[in-house]
C-alpha cells in the first residue's frame, strides 16, 4: 500500500523535470505558440493489483502525445480508484482541476493552455460534471483539449450538446454493464458456483479446496460464539496467529463477523442478503467444500444478531474476573433490608496468598462495603457448582428443543406465492391485484423462515451444550465462563464473612439457579 502511494504522490502535481515558472514564462515569450498543458488520469478500481499501474500507465501515454505535439506539460491531476459515475465519491484532483481552470494557472502559477486524458469518460460520466469541467475549460479563449479521438474544440457550436449526449451513452453503457454483471452473478450463484472476486478466507486460491488452518479457525470460532464468546475476543484470537484477510490486512471486528455470517461457510449462496433457491425452495449448495453444517451457520448468525450490537464494534465489556457483576453482596443493612449490590474483582493484596478478591462497593459508589470474598476458592466452588449444573442439563438439552412443526405452513405459503404468480403469467390477474396481494404472502414467508432459522439455531447451541462440559471449560475464555455461568444462575448470594482471618466458608455463597430449560436453551 505504501508503494502505492509513493507512485500516485509521484504522478500528481507538478513534474519532477519541469523547468522553473520564470524559465516557462521566457520560453512563452520567446514562443507565443507554445502550449503548456494539463494532464488528467483516473481508474475505477485500483483495489486486485493496488500498484497504480493503471494510472501511470496513462500519464505515460499522455507524456509521450504531449512530447508529440510541442506541449511542456505543467501539473498532473490523478485520482486512482475513484469512480466517476457515482455521485457519492468526491475525486480530489478533478475538483482541484476545475479550480485551477478557471483561474487559468496551476498552484505554482504555470499558466494553463489546455487538458489532456487518454479518454473522455475519464473525465466525466456525469452531466454535471460534463458541464462543470465545459464551463471551467471556456472561462478562459484558446485552450485545445485532447483525448484518444484526436484534439477536440470545446468551443465549437453545439459541442456542450454533443458532449451530453456522450454522457448519457457512456451512463447507459455502465448501467448496462452494471446490470450485466448483477444478472451473472446471481446466476453463477444459482448454479451454485464461486463468484468471490478474492480468495476467501478458509479456502485455498480455486476458492473451492478448504486451507486446513484457516478452515480450523472457523470451525472453532464459530462453536466458541454459539457457546458465549464475542466476536472482539475472536478478533483478537486471530490477530494473535496473525491470520490475515484476502487482501493481506490483519483481521478486525467487521471482518471477522463478515467471515463468521458469510452462508458460504456451510456451503449456501446469498444474494443482496438472501440465501439462493432452487426452484423447490431449497438452499442452493455450492461447489466449493463447506467449513461447518448448515445447523451451525444459522446457530452462528442467530447468536450474533441476538447481542443486540447495532453494528458497533466493541460490544459487552469483557472483565477480568469470573464472577464480577454476578456475585451480589447479601449484607443485612442497618435498617434490616440487604445491600444486594453487584461485586466486582480486583487485584488482591501482595502479603496475601491469592491473587484476586471481591467486595461490594463503598456506600459513596452505592454498596455497602460489608462484604469482601477471596478469589480463587470463590472462582473454584461456584466453577463446581455451575459444572455440575451444565453436566445434568447438556444430556437433555436436544430432546429439550422441540421440532419445529411448521413445514406444512410454509409449503402452504410458498404455494399460494406460486399460484399468485402462475395467475399474473396468465393473465388472469391484472398488475394492480397482483402486487396488492404479494406483499402480505412474502411476509408470510418471511416469517416462517426466520422462526423455522430460530428453531435451527436453537437445536444448534443446545447441541454445543452436549459436549464434554469439563474439557470444554478448560479451553473457554473468560467470557465463554462467565456465559455459562449466567444461562446456570440469576445470581450467587455472598454473606459476610464477619470480622478476623475466618476460613473460608462455602455455605456463605448461596447459587440463585435459573431453571432447566432457561439453562439450557439460548437467551
Known amino acids: 500500500m505504501a508503494a502505492r502511494e509513493e507512485v500516485i504522490s509521484k504522478l500528481r502535481g507538478v513534474p519532477a523535470d519541469l523547468p522553473p515558472l520564470t524559465e516557462v514564462l521566457a520560453m512563452l515569450e520567446a514562443n507565443p505558440g507554445m502550449k503548456c ?79 489532456m486524458a487518454v479518454n473522455d469518460d475519464r473525465l466525466y460520466r456525469r ?34 450538446i454533443k458532449g451530453l449526449v456522450g454522457v448519457a451513452m457512456s451512463l447507459a453503457e455502465t448501467r448496462k454493464k452494471q446490470r450485466r454483471a448483477r444478472a451473472s452473478h446471481r446466476n453463477r450463484a444459482i448454479r451454485g458456483q464461486s463468484v468471490s472476486a478474492w480468495r476467501p478466507f478458509g479456502w485455498e486460491d480455486d476458492k473451492i479446496t478448504l486451507r486446513p488452518v484457516e478452515a480450523e479457525a472457523i470451525r472453532k470460532a464459530v ?74 451457520w444459522f446457530g452462528v448468525v442467530a447468536a450474533i444478531r441476538a447481542r443486540g450490537r447495532g453494528g458497533q464494534p466493541g460490544g459487552k465489556l469483557v472483565h477480568k474476573y469470573l464472577l464480577t457483576g454476578i456475585l451480589r453482596c447479601g449484607n443485612t443493612l442497618e435498617d434490616g433490608t440487604k445491600c444486594n449490590h453487584s461485586m466486582k474483582g480486583q487485584k488482591a493484596n501482595e502479603w496475601v496468598k491469592y491473587e484476586h478478591g471481591y467486595f461490594c462497593k463503598k456506600t459513596v459508589d452505592g454498596g455497602c462495603n460489608g462484604t469482601y470474598k477471596r478469589g480463587d476458592e470463590t472462582d473454584k466452588h461456584i ?29 402452504a405459503a ?80 455472598a454473606l459476610p464473612g464477619g470480622m478476623g482471618n475466618k476460613p473460608f466458608d462455602v455455605e456463605q455463597l448461596i447459587p440463585v439457579w435459573k431453571s432447566a430449560e432457561s439453562a439450557a436453551l439460548p437467551e
Open 37 to 115: 498543458v494539463t494532464c488528467y488520469a483516473r481508474i475505477s478500481d485500483d483495489a486486485r493489483a493496488k500498484d497504480a499501474h493503471g494510472i501511470e500507465d496513462q500519464h505515460r501515454e499522455l507524456s509521450d502525445k504531449a512530447r508529440e505535439f510541442g506541449w511542456l506539460m505543467v501539473y498532473r491531476y490523478t485520482d486512482n480508484d475513484k469512480s466517476a459515475s457515482k455521485e457519492n465519491v468526491i475525486r480530489d484532483d478533478f475538483e482541484r482541476m476545475l479550480v485551477d481552470l478557471a483561474a487559468g494557472k496551476t498552484p505554482e502559477g504555470y499558466p494553463v493552455h489546455g487538458v
Open 127 to 160: 452531466p454535471g460534471d460534463w458541464e462543470r469541467y465545459l464551463r471551467a475549460f471556456t472561462s478562459h479563449e484558446g485552450r485545445v483539449y485532447w483525448d484518444s479521438n484526436g484534439l477536440q474544440d470545446l468551443y465549437a457550436e453545439g459541442f456542450e
Open 223 to 296: 462453536h466458541d460464539v454459539i457457546a458465549g464468546a464475542s466476536i472482539s475476543e475472536v478478533t483478537g484470537q486471530w490477530k494473535e496467529a496473525e491470520y490475515l484477510t484476502a487482501r493481506g490486512n490483519l483481521f478486525q471486528y467487521q471482518s471477522v463477523k463478515q467471515v463468521l455470517m458469510n452462508a458460504r461457510l456451510c456451503g449456501y449462496r446469498e444474494v443482496s442478503g438472501e440465501l439462493v433457491r432452487d426452484g423447490d425452495d431449497q438452499p442452493i449448495v455450492g461447489e466449493w467444500e463447506a467449513i461447518i453444517t448448515p445447523k451451525e
Open 383 to 411: 466453577t463446581k457448582l455451575v459444572l455440575a449444573k451444565l453436566r445434568a442439563d447438556a444430556a437433555a438439552a436436544v430432546k429439550d428443543v422441540p421440532d419445529w412443526g411448521r413445514e406444512e405452513e410454509l409449503e
Open 414 to 493: 410458498l404455494r399460494r406465492r406460486a399460484t399468485l404468480e402462475q395467475r399474473w403469467n396468465a393473465g388472469e390477474i391484472d398488475d394492480e391485484q397482483f402486487f396488492r396481494n404479494l406483499p402480505a404472502v412474502e411476509k408470510t414467508i418471511k416469517e416462517l423462515r426466520a422462526d423455522q432459522a430460530k428453531n435451527i439455531a436453537a437445536k444448534a447451541a443446545a447441541e454445543e451444550a452436549t459436549a464434554d462440559v469439563d474439557r470444554e471449560w478448560k479451553s473457554k475464555t473468560i467470557r465463554q465462563k462467565r456465559e455459562l455461568i449466567k444461562k446456570a444462575l440469576h445470581a450467587i448470594i
